[in-house]
């Protein structure tokens, strides 16, 4: 059994700590938030490359980019109503509206959806390649099932894996037989 970072945590603390940190540290920290945009090429060149193995081996109803994206309407504010906070400073991003735009419209659900996808679609091909259960896979492959595993089309195959293998319904979908 693989031990958790932290067994008590819940949340991440951050709001009771941010104010107690000075402007100069605040400010490095924000360009770390940032620096994964140089990552963006090789995650998307990464998840493509899954995504295409995937449509070579015969995949249908893989979810797309644009699935872990949400809805622009679903988003609160525009560039019109969009909310600024004081700055730390005179020249602080903070106080600008097209900043928290591209920052929570662009960046933010971006990032994320991006990162997701690429997880999810690596799911897909463990649940594919690999369908044997380990202490996270119940509850964190869920979201990425399939019809059948590679191990389950052929049936001698499918004979050697442990009973629970045979039926976990991550990679078997019983109506696919």
């Not at 979201?143 to 009973?163: E, G, R, T």
Request: charged share 20%; proline share 5%; hydrophobic share 40%.
């Amino acid at each position: 059994m693989r031990a958790k970072a932290c067994e008590n945590c819940t949340r991440v603390s951050i709001g009771r700590n941010h104010k107690q940190m000075s402007v100069i540290r605040r400010g490095i920290g924000l360009v770390f938030v940032y620096l994964p945009i140089l990552t963006w090429p090789f995650v998307f060149l990464s998840a493509w490359s899954v995504y295409l193995h995937l449509y070579l081996i015969g995949a249908k109803n893989v979810k797309k980019y644009s699935d872990f994206l949400p809805a622009r309407e679903s988003h609160r504010y525009d560039l019109k109503s969009q909310i600024t906070m004081d700055g730390s400073f005179k020249a602080s991003f903070a106080q600008s509206k097209l900043y928290w735009i591209l920052n929570c419209t662009w960046y933010c659900p971006m990032s994320v959806g991006l990162f997701e996808w690429h997880a999810y679609l690596v799911q897909v091909v463990e649940n594919w390649w690999c369908p044997f259960t380990h202490d996270r896979k119940d509850e964190f492959y869920a979201n990425a099932s399939i019809d059948q595993s590679f191990w389950h089309i052929y049936p001698d195959d499918q004979k050697k894996l442990h009973p629970e293998d045979r039926t976990n319904p991550i990679f078997t979908d019983e109506s696919a037989s």
